[in-house]
Nanobody, 124 residues
């Protein structure tokens, strides 16, 4: 089992920044990926960003490219999502996922474990 604990959400004005953290513990995989997804009320969970542990390759949704940065600290088994130039459309619950890396890194089904979610609200 893998446990994920997210933190860092909150309320911010448009144009502001937040940094989310996701700490993994338990029986972790050596070739994993960690991803961030978000879900707004009434909408499907959507891919935001992912990072592959073995190569540090990063992947982003078009809607956040150039504004969000995903990074990791292997020693702490923690992944971060730095979010800059936030927009009201970024408002959602953000979830961290953990699973074996695959070419479907942008699919929620790739991730076996999920955190509890952290609310991000961007006011206009």
């Amino acid at each position: 089992q893998v446990q994920l604990v997210e933190s860092g959400g909150g309320l911010v004005q448009a144009g502001g920044s937040l940094r989310l953290s996701c700490a993994a513990s338990g029986r972790t995989f050596s070739t994993y990926a960690m991803g961030w997804f978000r879900q707004a009320p009434g909408k499907e969970r959507e891919f935001v960003a992912a990072i592959r542990r073995s190569t540090s390759s990063t992947y982003y949704a078009d809607s956040v490219k150039g504004r969000f940065t995903i990074s990791r600290d292997n020693a702490k088994n923690t992944v971060y999502l730095q979010m800059n130039s936030l927009k009201p459309d970024d408002t959602a619950v953000y979830y961290c996922g953990y699973g074996y890396f695959s070419s479907s890194y942008d699919a929620a089904s790739t991730y076996n474990y999920w955190g509890q979610g952290t609310q991000v609200t961007v006011s206009s």
